[in-house]
């Protein structure tokens, strides 16, 4: 059983989400396996525990949101226009990767928030529904946590300016 | 049990491929107010959208009378999505008619 997570430190092992009985010793077999089943990886071994870091969680998350075509940006407005002004800055040190995230993360489980800006004429509903269950299958799937809740909140809706209005309307009269 | 990204994705797969199949069936339609889709990670799957209860399938037919063409889809939808294991209801839309060499598509009923 190989386990595909990063090996990454966390600065400050945050406390489970949700402690389990069975303590961190000796972890009973059934459960090992249940969890095992459930997300894919075992994070907690007898030899050992793998701790995944806030920025791993946030980064995949990000990823995952943006994969879904009906996310135009993320982030709330603030955190946007920085976002642009760092980006036009030469040389400035861009972690916009993990923009409009926020993530807890825990011994074996994550909660996750995101900001996103969806575009106009898209089903928010669906958007966010998609983003929700691409962001779980993402980080259950590449880091073996268990998702816990995803929060999505829509800051704003993006309006294509309109292409080339003015030069179709002027070939009426030529 | 597939996660439950994969589990949409199979869905709406499944039962746009089916519905695609009927004859009578043009091609699936986003529809005229806001897009019917649904969305995973890279692409969307026109013309299917999933709600808790119910499964609306938005098409274009190029067959009449109308009628039995839905009602073909609606079935196809159906099967797929009970080989999923899924109960869901099937709403189907029919969007537009396709006109056939500038006419009225054939019937039905030439067709079989």
């Known amino acids: ?174 | 049990m597939t996660s439950p990204a994969a589990h949409r994705t199979v869905v709406a797969q499944a039962v746009a491929e089916a519905v695609k199949a009927v004859p009578g069936v043009a091609r699936l339609s986003p529809g005229t107010q806001v897009e019917v889709a649904t969305q995973y990670a890279g692409g969307k799957v026109i013309g299917v959208g999933l709600s808790a209860e119910v499964v609306f399938v938005h098409v274009v037919v190029d067959l009449l009378p109308v009628a039995p063409v839905a009602e073909a889809v609606r079935s196809a939808a159906a099967t797929a999505l009970a080989s999923l294991g899924d109960r869901r209801r099937v709403e189907v839309v029919v969007e537009d008619l396709d006109l056939v060499d500038g006419r009225l598509p054939m019937s039905y009923r030439d067709l079989r």
Not at chain 1, 5 to 28: C, H, M, N, V, Y
Not at chain 1, 143 to 151: A, F, P, R, S, W
């Open chain 1, 1 to 174: 059983m190989s386990d595909p997570s990063p090996r990454t430190t966390s600065q400050a092992p945050s406390t489970d989400l949700k402690p389990e009985t069975s303590g961190a010793g000796g972890l009973p077999q059934p459960s090992a396996a249940i969890e095992h089943h459930r997300t894919g990886a075992r994070l907690q071994t007898e030899r050992g525990i793998t701790r995944i870091s806030d920025i791993v969680v946030s980064k995949i998350a990000a990823f995952a949101t943006k994969e879904i075509p009906g996310v135009q940006a993320m982030g709330n407005t603030m955190a946007r226009a920085f976002g642009r002004a760092r980006s036009l800055i030469p040389g400035a040190s861009s972690d916009a990767s993990s923009q409009g995230v926020a993530v807890e993360v825990g011994e074996r489980q994550a909660a996750i928030d995101i900001d996103i800006v969806v575009y106009y004429g898209q089903s928010v509903v669906e958007v966010t529904e998609a983003v929700r269950a691409n962001v779980i299958n993402r980080i259950e799937g590449m880091t073996g946590l268990e998702v816990v809740e995803v929060n999505i909140s829509v800051n704003d809706l993006y309006i294509e300016p309109p292409e080339s209005g003015e030069q179709s309307e002027g070939s009426r009269v030529q």
